[in-house]
């Protein structure tokens, strides 16, 4: 293991020039306590160990900056190879102070703009983790960090603010700010225009007190998101106008969102003001002085006073706040968020502290038009196609006419395939930790049926044949189709090791056998998979473009396949007999490395509709001549036909449809 340290005289001042700009406006965020620190650490290339059932470490380093309070890493320039929605390279970053860890894939990096989280101490342990394939850890520099104060707003002179646990609100570091988590679809955020987020800005919950002298303490990383910064909008626009609205992504230890792992978040007021002498609360991370104990100092603490005044869209409020507040909730105790906390204006005298109003018009323009991760799900959709593993860990419903992803409710964490079992009305989904789930499509309820044992490797594909009821699952890593055993959860490979990559597949009725999607390095590929031998028949290529499908569902009335290409969140039709993809539509979600499609079946019994093209005529020979035509190929002699696996055996168009639906015609059994 190699050793970096970094002594302070190398150390480039990053604070200074902004120290004087917070004394412009006393609640503007104070400047975050660090100074920039050179490292230039380059592994070089590195080399995976070769052993696919065992995730090895290749390459070690330990950067130290002595007398640090905290460090957060720059990781430009640093490659990792493999799927990171598979079992790709990975990085292991640990706090040598108290041994939190962060573990970040090739995704994770761009979640996190290429930095680490923040960790506690002088120095940390970085690790490179590697099955096989060519990486490099490059650490250009680290941020290290220092003591921070900032101005007080106090009103009447006593700071009255008392520590909180509230855990809708979160620190915004590398802004000093605060922000809060909203009840729209995604679990939004909300914070002050002027905080000036950047792709680099972290938002921390759960903050532990600070150090006696004031410094910061970081939460371990499972309680830090990264911003999206393609879902930011806001601007500071001074007193009454200054707002900003955006998303995080999931945390990379956890897989949750902030909304699912904190479990609450701040409801928004209508238009309508508060009563005048309404108590407002605000709980944010504003910065303390004597003689307040400097431990509380950044760490979140509450207040309540008075309301005062709404003018225009700025809202008034005797509440005491200091510089880091910027961006908390202005809430009715007890109620309502009515506005953003952005300027002081309280001093020994009483005066107000002021925010934006939530009814400020190009605020509300924001929130009922989201961008990026805010936006997804949000589209209007009916119909059986499901989809799940967006960047909001959504279960929701894709349009096969427009292409749009409607979210029902957000359900569990790193979905990897998904797959419908009709006689039960449910979804069987795995995700990365080759956890087996059942999931309810209605109610998106979720229960875990067990872990699959048999092989260390992620599955990023189900199937399931509703004949046999046999679980089918792919590891792309290692090229091998499985089956697993419902009972059990013991997965046994059905074929040797290959350079198949796929990450998506179902079961497809009118093949007898397995349609998945083959992401070479060509471009993806449909192929068969034989449910006997997992040998792969090619059918053809998606397209130019199409790189990155993982998840895959084939229609089982009519036979057409949809997958979504996750370069550029657009629903494809993809031909079964050709493999060419046709565009359907923008999801208007964000799906990623990696999630899960599967139809779900209608939900009529076998051999009972015998009414086979709903004229509400039964039986009549309209019905068989339908039945077969269709069988035959032809189109459906009236608006809809029902399925033509009749039996529902999941194996059609077969002999045993046309004779089961023939004796049911007569009077006979199935």
């Keep these: 293991m190699n050793t970096v340290r970094v002594w302070p005289c190398i ?8 120290a004087a700009l917070a004394q412009d406006d006393p609640d503007l965020p104070p400047p975050l306590p660090s100074v920039t620190v050179a490292v230039n650490e380059d592994s070089g290339p590195v080399l995976g160990a070769g052993d696919l059932e065992a995730e090895n470490v290749v390459y070690s380093t330990v950067v130290h900056v002595p007398g640090a309070a905290w460090l957060r890493l720059s990781l430009d320039g640093t490659t990792l190879s493999g799927d990171p929605g598979a079992d790709g390279s990975r990085l292991r970053v640990t706090s040598l102070a108290d041994g939190a860890v962060q573990v970040l894939n090739a995704e994770h990096l761009g979640f996190w703009s290429n930095t680490s989280a923040y960790f506690n101490g002088d120095a940390v342990a970085v690790e490179v983790l590697s099955r096989e394939g060519e990486s490099r850890l490059v650490i250009p520099s680290v941020i290290a960090g220092q003591p921070a104060f900032g101005e007080r707003s106090i009103c009447f002179g006593v700071d009255d603010r008392q520590l909180s646990t509230d855990p809708r609100a979160g620190r915004l570091m590398s802004v000093g700010c605060s922000a809060w988590l909203i009840n729209d679809l995604n679990g939004g955020v909300l914070t002050a225009g002027h905080c000036g987020v950047s792709a680099s800005s972290t938002m921390q919950f759960n903050v532990p ?7 910061y303490v970081a939460p371990p990383p499972d309680h830090q998101y990264p911003l999206e910064i393609a879902s930011s909008q806001g601007n500071g626009g001074g007193v009454g106008a200054d707002w900003r609205y955006f998303g995080c992504n999931v945390n990379a230890n956890t897989g949750w969102t902030a909304r699912q792992a ?4 701040y409801t928004l007021a209508a238009a309508a003001p508060p009563v005048s002498g309404q108590t407002i609360r605000i709980t944010g991370y504003g910065t303390v002085s004597a003689p307040v104990s400097l431990t509380w100092n950044g760490v979140q603490k509450t207040h309540t006073g008075p309301y005062t005044l709404l003018s225009g869209t700025t809202v008034r409020y005797q509440t005491d706040t200091t510089g880091g507040n910027s961006g908390s909730a202005v809430e009715i105790d007890g109620g309502n968020a009515i506005g953003i906390h952005t300027h002081a204006g309280c001093n020994s005298g009483g005066g107000s502290n002021q925010g934006t109003a939530i009814h400020f018009a190009a605020l509300q323009n924001a929130l009922n038009n989201p961008l990026g991760l805010c936006r997804s799900g949000r589209g209007a959709a009916t119909g059986n196609l499901f989809a799940i593993g967006d960047a909001a860990n959504n279960l929701g419903v894709l ?8 979210a029902t409710t957000a359900v569990g964490r790193w979905w990897q395939g998904l797959a419908y079992d009709q006689e039960n009305d ?9 956890e087996l789930w059942t999931i309810n499509p209605g109610s998106g309820a979720a229960a875990l049926l067990g872990t699959v ?7 990023t594909g189900l199937a399931f044949n509703p004949a046999t009821r046999t679980l089918y699952g792919f590891t792309s890593t290692s090229g091998q189709l499985w089956t697993i055993n419902l009972t059990t959860f013991a997965a046994a490979s059905l074929s040797p090791a290959s350079a198949l990559r796929v990450a998506a597949m179902d079961w497809s ?3 007898g056998a397995i349609l998945a999607i083959d992401d070479a390095a060509t471009g993806s590929r449909l192929v068969r998979l034989s449910p006997a031998t997992g040998g792969a028949t090619v059918v053809g290529n998606l397209g130019a473009g199409i790189v990155d499908c993982n998840g895959l569902a084939v229609d089982p009335v009519t036979g057409d396949a949809f997958t979504i290409n996750a370069s550029n969140d657009q629903l494809l039709r993809v031909s079964r007999a050709t493999g060419a993809a046709t565009v359907i539509g923008p999801t208007l979600g964000a799906f990623g490395a990696s999630y899960g499609m599967a139809f779900r079946a209608a939900a009529t019994l076998p051999c009972t509709d015998i009414d086979f093209n709903n004229d509400m005529l039964m039986p009549d020979n309209a019905d068989v001549e339908a039945f077969l035509a269709v069988f035959g190929g032809a189109p459906c002699p009236t608006a809809s036909c029902d399925s033509i696996d009749f039996n529902g055996d999941g194996l059609f168009p077969d002999n045993e449809d046309i004779e089961d639906f023939v004796r049911v015609f007569g009077g006979g059994s199935c």
Excluded at 209 to 215: F, K
Excluded at 399 to 406: A, L, M, Q, R
Excluded at 453 to 459: A, E, K, M, N, R
């Design 11 to 18: 150390l480039l001042a990053g604070a200074a020039a902004s």
């Design 399 to 406: 349009s096969t006419t427009t292409g749009v992803f409607d």
């Design 426 to 434: 449910a979804f069987l989904a795995v995700n990365t930790a080759r």
């Design 453 to 459: 044992t048999g092989t260390t490797l992620t599955f």
């Design 262 to 265: 904190q479990g609450s978040a």
């Design 509 to 511: 009725p009118a093949d």
């Design 209 to 215: 007190l600070s150090l006696s002298n004031g410094t």
